[in-house]
């Protein structure tokens, strides 16, 4: 069971804006900065998302991410059938001195 | 361009000790910030950080595995070590190496299979 909490799964229609979700605690979320992973089928994870909110190089602004308190989410708008992937949130926690990652959302494109 | 490569074994046996070398190019862990991290995924299952190695050496591990784990930095090589021992069937995983604390790049992978 990961430290941090995600939805095992969502999906939309291409054009649609869908809202993933990552929950942590006291020691984590809450006192550092989330970063989010794109994963492909098959492929290395992918810097999407770092400090909370700031998107990686060349990455389209239809990707935005926040944080509050203990959670953080993740928001891709405009769907696109080339954003079916897992996404991974991750966090340093404090309390583990380590860092955490999130179980995955598999994100399908209907 | 920063560019990093995982190698080592696609097969242990249980018990056995797995040694991984992650080679990387386009930083340098000599430099003030940088780090390597090593982060596995079983299959069909979630990422798992493992361990960080900073260059200041200082050195920080999952603390499950924190007996089985030792990371170490060749810095003229350009390459950080992993060695797990012990190995056992669930610890079969993709292992990824990855640059810095935000693991901003990424390796390919390197599938590791435990068994008999």
């Known amino acids: 069971q990961s430290v941090l909490t995600q939805p095992p799964s969502a999906s939309g229609t291409p054009g649609q804006r869908v809202t993933i979700s990552c929950s942590g605690s006291s020691s984590n979320i809450a006192i550092t900065t989330v970063n989010w992973y794109q994963q492909l089928p098959g492929t290395a994870p992918k810097l999407l998302v770092y400090?909370?909110?700031q998107r990686s190089s060349g990455v389209p602004d239809r990707f935005s991410a926040s944080k509050s308190g203990t959670s953080a989410s993740l928001a891709i708008s405009d769907l696109q059938f080339d954003d079916e992937a897992q996404y991974s949130c991750a966090a340093w926690d404090d309390s583990l001195d380590g860092w955490v990652f999130g179980g995955g959302t598999k994100l399908t494109v209907l | 361009q920063i560019t990093l490569k995982e190698s080592g074994p696609t097969l242990v046996k249980p018990t056995q000790t797995l040694t991984l070398t992650c080679t990387f190019s386009g930083f340098s862990l000599s430099t003030n910030g940088e780090g390597v991290g090593w982060i596995r995924q079983p299959p069909g299952k979630a990422l798992e950080w493992l361990s960080l190695i900073y260059w200041d050496n200082d050195k920080r591990y999952r603390a499950s595995l924190k007996s089985r784990l030792t990371i170490t930095k060749d810095t003229s090589k350009n390459q950080v070590v992993l060695t797990m021992t012990n190995m056992d069937p669930a610890d079969t995983a993709t292992y990824y190496c990855a640059h810095n604390t935000d693991f901003d790049y990424w390796g390919q992978g390197t599938l590791v299979t435990v068994s008999s």
């Open positions: 400090s909370n909110n």
